[in-house]
């Protein structure tokens, strides 16, 4: 019988994202034939990674890397909170935020095709994704991460591994340390006012406006006097002010001291903050809501039906 090696069955692991006693159970039964081996995998469990990639990935971890003014930001998912705690995926995304500081790939998949090993995987850093896949049995994925360069200092704060910032400065660290961690906190969306996007404030705009029909309505029922176009216009302006003072950064008040303003804060430091990146752990990912009852009522119909 062919001796069954670590590698071989690494090998087998890579291609068919199977675990890993699947691999060697069907190297012993193939005799070391890797495409025997692999064609009896995907008969009994058809393609793990494949049917993973289907599922959703709203969990996951945030991971920055800094050298000097060079730097990234990651987001790499999951399918549960279980998987952030793994030693092996927390590896996976602490390296995708090295290769991407050391690289500057252009998208997701240039940052998967950069030469990477891990668990036994590789040669590049998309092979170590699929190979974890298999011995996790989880889907996971590159969301995003931006990269930094130029002369602004970087700074950067994660909040556990769910919320990572990282702001570009000038002037002092601890400063601009205590800006990324307000950042976590009270999520701005803009540096000032006049940055924040037209689209954000259009529909703010229209929920003020709504709010002001809504009490148009509520007076005329009530028999009550009615405001004037002119009175509601203001009223929807003031709200958009107050939108806009609550979601730009330099007009919050400071967590720390919340008599001043971040911008107070940092003129005070003789720093200033050019920009900064938030990510939030699987914003704007559409989360499945599991029926749990349904889920163990299908399992158990399953196996009956199989028995």
């Known amino acids: 019988m062919a001796a069954i090696t670590a590698s071989m069955v690494a090998e087998l692991r890579a ?3 199977a675990p890993m006693m699947e691999c060697k159970k069907a190297l012993t039964e193939a005799e070391g034939n890797m495409d025997k081996a692999e064609e009896l ?4 469990l058809g393609s793990k990674a494949g049917k993973a990639a289907s599922r959703v990935t709203a969990e996951g971890v945030v991971a920055s890397a800094i050298n000097g003014t060079t730097g990234a930001l990651v987001e ?3 399918e549960t909170d279980f998987v952030t705690k793994n030693d092996s995926f927390i590896a996976l995304v602490q ?3 090295k290769l991407v500081a050391a690289n500057n790939p252009a998208d997701v998949a240039a940052l998967g095709a950069l030469p990477y090993e891990q668990d036994g995987f590789g040669p590049t850093l998309e092979d170590v994704r699929k190979g974890l896949i298999g011995k996790i049995g989880e889907n996971m ?3 995003r991460f931006k990269y930094f360069a130029g002369t602004n200092k970087l700074a950067s704060y994660l909040h556990g591994t769910r919320i990572g910032v990282v702001v570009e400065f000038d002037g002092d660290e601890a400063a601009a340390k205590d800006v ?3 950042i ?9 006012s006049a940055d924040v996007p037209a689209e954000l404030i259009e529909k703010e705009r229209s929920v003020a406006a709504a709010k002001a029909e809504e009490d148009k309505k509520a007076a005329e029922a009530a028999g009550k006097p009615v405001q004037s176009d002119e009175i509601v216009a203001k009223r929807i302006e003031g709200g958009v002010q107050k939108y806009l003072k609550e979601v730009s950064l330099f007009n919050q008040p400071f967590v720390k001291n919340d008599k001043q303003t971040v911008e107070q804060m940092l003129k005070a430091a ?3 903050v050019k920009g900064f990146t938030l990510y939030v752990v699987g914003e704007g990912i559409e989360k499945k809501v599991d029926d749990f009852a349904a889920e163990v009522a299908a399992q158990v119909a399953a196996a009956k039906a199989a028995a």
Do not use: E, I, Q, Y
């Open 15 to 17: 291609k068919t994202d």
């Open 41 to 44: 995998l995907r008969v009994k």
């Open 76 to 78: 790499v998912n999951c």
């Open 95 to 97: 390296a995708a935020a």
């Open 141 to 143: 994925s590159f969301r």
């Open 180 to 182: 990324a961690m307000h």
């Open 184 to 192: 976590a906190a009270m999520k701005p969306v803009a540096l000032t």
């Open 270 to 272: 003789g720093t200033t």
